[in-house]
């Protein structure tokens, strides 16, 4: 075990802490793009308008290396999902797909993986979209 794995045992999980900051960014560098995000499933709106209109050739999404952009999607959007729906997070710092990983469980028990629904989204389109995703959850877990 190396001196980092070591220091990441004593301290809080690294996830836990790069979610904040990746939906921090992600809300900064959106709102400055004109898609703005305020914390609301009604949000996720623009996230799908983003993946519409950056996942065609030359977009932010179609660079070949969008895993960071991703990852901040999902964060954002599990943030929303702990906020508003009364989620927890669930990491994994020893997964080597951790970053992929990350999820939500719901106060219904239901666990679900933001990172992996962003990817879905920018793999098929609007029928994964994210805000018709998040209106489900909110409806479930407003039963």
């Given amino acids: 075990m190396g001196l980092l794995d070591k220091l990441r045992k004593k301290g809080p999980p690294a996830l836990l802490e790069d979610i904040p900051k990746a939906e921090a960014w992600l809300v900064q560098n959106m709102n400055a793009a004109g898609y703005p995000l305020d914390g609301t499933i ?27 952009k991703l990852f901040a999607v999902g964060s954002y959007m599990g943030q929303v999902f702990v906020r508003r729906l009364g989620g927890v997070w ?54």
């Fill in 42 to 68: 009604e949000s996720f709106r623009e996230l799908d308008r983003f993946f519409d209109e950056q996942s065609s050739p030359g977009g932010l999404l179609a660079d070949g290396k969008p895993g960071s």
């Fill in 90 to 143: 669930e990491t994994g710092d020893s997964d080597p797909a951790g970053e992929v990983n990350i999820a939500v469980r719901l106060p219904d028990g239901s666990l679900v993986w933001p990172v992996q629904r962003a990817m879905k989204r920018l793999g098929n389109g609007a029928e994964d979209g994210l805000y018709a995703y998040g209106r489900v959850l909110e409806e479930q877990t407003a039963k």
